[in-house]
Nanobody, 123 residues
């Protein structure tokens, strides 16, 4: 069982930056692939980024590639999402998710979710 708590969301102007954090409970964090998803009002939840259990492999949605960076610190049971050059279309609730071992870009494959953190980018 993993409990996830996101933080770091907020209101930022277009072109600005935010860093999201997701703190995980439990002693087996390093056994979980981690991911970030987001959901804007009236839209389906969409994949943003995922990172392997060791942190050496990552994937990004095309819409955020080159602007967002996912990382993890297994000693701190935390995964991060550094978001640069933010755009109004990045506005959404951002969710952290975990699944055993293997990465996936499909939200249906994830077993554990945080409560979400709101990111709002003004133009």
């Amino acid at each position: 069982q993993v409990q996830l708590v996101e933080s770091g969301g907020g209101l930022v102007q277009a072109g600005g930056s935010l860093r999201l954090s997701c703190a995980a409970s439990g002693r087996t964090f390093s056994s979980y692939a981690m991911a970030w998803f987001r959901q804007a009002p009236g839209k389906e939840r969409e994949f943003v980024s995922t990172i392997s259990i060791g942190g050496g492999n990552t994937n990004y949605a095309d819409s955020v590639k080159g602007r967002f960076t996912i990382s993890r610190d297994n000693a701190k049971n935390t995964v991060y999402l550094q978001m640069n050059s933010l755009k109004p279309e990045d506005t959404a609730v951002y969710y952290c998710a975990a699944r055993r071992v293997a990465r996936s870009m499909s939200y249906q494959d994830y077993d554990f979710w945080g409560q979400g953190t709101q990111v709002t980018v003004s133009s």
